[in-house]
């Protein structure tokens, strides 16, 4: 090859990641509305772009995930540090242990930080099961969810979480109860 074919042949690998560039933000939406976002209004979030079709929208977004619990504890490396340790602490205790022995863990690692983020405030959505659906076989008592709030909150406490932060995190947890028991 030619040292003016490799040139050529650059060039037109150039143009064609601008173009896919360029695409890309074309056809990105709006966060909020699903509407067409506008140029230059872009967020850069964990690695995703988020696109928004009004500087109010942007600036709500950022508002959003600077008041987020997520954000506050420090988003996907502390959650995700936080659930599997939660998880060795929950395979580890006698009381529930069993009702884990023919799931997949790693896959339960996966959904449970996807689920907690949602449920902290991050931008992404969770797509799983629903609480009630995700139990609904288990026939799980209120003994059973203390102890797995339990092995949450010695959790947080030993990641040194603040008390404040701990409470209402066991807050929002407390608040799939109803759910995850069926009742
Ligand atoms: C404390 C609140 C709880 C939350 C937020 C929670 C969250 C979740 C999530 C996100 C999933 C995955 C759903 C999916 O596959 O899409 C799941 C599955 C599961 N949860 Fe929970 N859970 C809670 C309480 C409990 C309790 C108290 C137990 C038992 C002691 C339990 C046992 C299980 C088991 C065994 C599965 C997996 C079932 C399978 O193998 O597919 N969970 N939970």
Known sequence: ???????????????????????????????????????????????????????????????????????????????????DLFYVKVLADERVNHFFEDTNMKRQHTKQKEFLAAALGAPTPWTGKDMRKAHENLDLREEDFAAIAENLQATLKELKLDDKTIGEIMTIVASTKKDVLNQ
């Open 1 to 83: 090859m030619t040292r003016s074919t490799i040139l050529k042949a650059l060039a037109v690998l150039t143009l064609a990641i601008v173009t896919a560039r360029a695409d890309e933000s074309a056809t990105l939406k709006c966060f909020y509305t699903g509407g067409p976002a506008k140029a230059g209004l872009n967020v850069e979030y964990e690695g995703v772009t988020y696109g928004f079709c009004s500087e109010a929208n942007q600036k709500k977004f950022q508002d959003e995930r600077a008041a987020s619990l997520y954000q506050r504890i420090g988003g996907k490396a502390a959650l995700n540090a936080a659930v």
